[in-house]
């Protein structure tokens, strides 16, 4: 039962455009998506978070977007660089206690920016 | 500010052996979740600790077991190894109150059973 699920295994992007990770979820309690990007045999690295009664978080090139009636969100990186080159997790908790994690991931996007 | 340190790197280990592995939250960050990342199953939630109590708990055997200490710094404990044991195993801090906090992962454990 995949409750995240991120379709695209994989999104090639050339350098200066926008890259666009969408993914979706299946569970309604999910009140609180996270983005990671991540290298091999390294720990995710956060990248930015949304709130469920947001439905826009940005933090310099990147932009998360939330569609609850769709159960989708998505990140935007505008300028796509080089160094952004990386597997790129969506990740979804559940706040049934305040401040607790349990985060559910989806299987990852691996984003190759070309030159 | 230091981060989430997790020791050692890379383990390897017998098929029927224990394992005990550490982790070091983010000064201030008094919750720690355990996650096991392996190429077929992905990022899958193990236990979160709060205040040296286990507070969630993900769908794995009576083997994987934690606690976590009165510093906040957090061990996990697998018995019993099995091959399919192997995999890159990830620790997560965060405050562990209020709405929207943020884990923050751990460089990981690389844990290989023969």
């Known amino acids: 039962d995949q409750q995240v699920k991120q379709n695209s295994p994989s999104l090639s992007v050339q350098e200066g455009r926008i890259s666009i990770l969408n993914c979706d979820y299946t569970?309604?309690?999910?009140?609180?998506f996270l983005w990671y990007k991540k290298y091999p045999a390294e720990g995710p690295t956060f990248l930015i978070s949304?709130?469920?009664?947001?439905d826009k978080n940005e933090d310099g090139r990147f932009t998360v977007f939330l569609n609850k009636s769709a159960k989708h969100l998505s990140l935007h990186i505008v300028p796509s660089q080089p160094g952004d080159s990386a597997v790129y997790f969506c990740?979804?908790?559940?706040?049934?206690?305040?401040?607790?994690?349990?985060?559910?991931f989806g299987q990852g996007t691996r984003l190759t920016i070309n030159p | 500010k230091a981060g989430v340190t997790q020791t050692p790197r890379y383990l390897i280990k017998t098929r029927g052996q224990q394992v005990t592995l550490s982790c070091s939250p983010i000064?201030?960050?008094?919750?720690v979740s355990w996650y096991q990342q392996t190429p077929g199953q992905g990022l899958q939630f193990l236990f979160e600790?709060?205040?040296?109590?286990?507070?969630n708990k993900g769908n794995f055997p009576g083997r994987f077991s934690g606690r976590q200490f009165s510093n906040s710094r957090s061990e996990m404990n697998v018995s019993t190894l099995e091959l399919g044991d192997s995999a890159l195993y990830l620790c997560?801090?965060?405050?562990?109150?209020?709405?929207?906090?943020?884990?923050?992962f751990g460089q990981g454990t690389r844990l290989t059973v023969v």
């Open positions: 997560a801090s965060s405050l562990g109150q209020g709405m929207n906090t943020e884990a923050f």
């Open positions: 569970n309604s309690m999910f009140d609180y």
């Open positions: 949304i709130s469920s009664i947001k």
């Open positions: 990740a979804a908790n559940a706040f049934l206690i305040q401040g607790a994690q349990k985060l559910v």
């Open positions: 000064s201030g960050h008094r919750s």
């Open positions: 600790y709060f205040s040296e109590t286990q507070r």
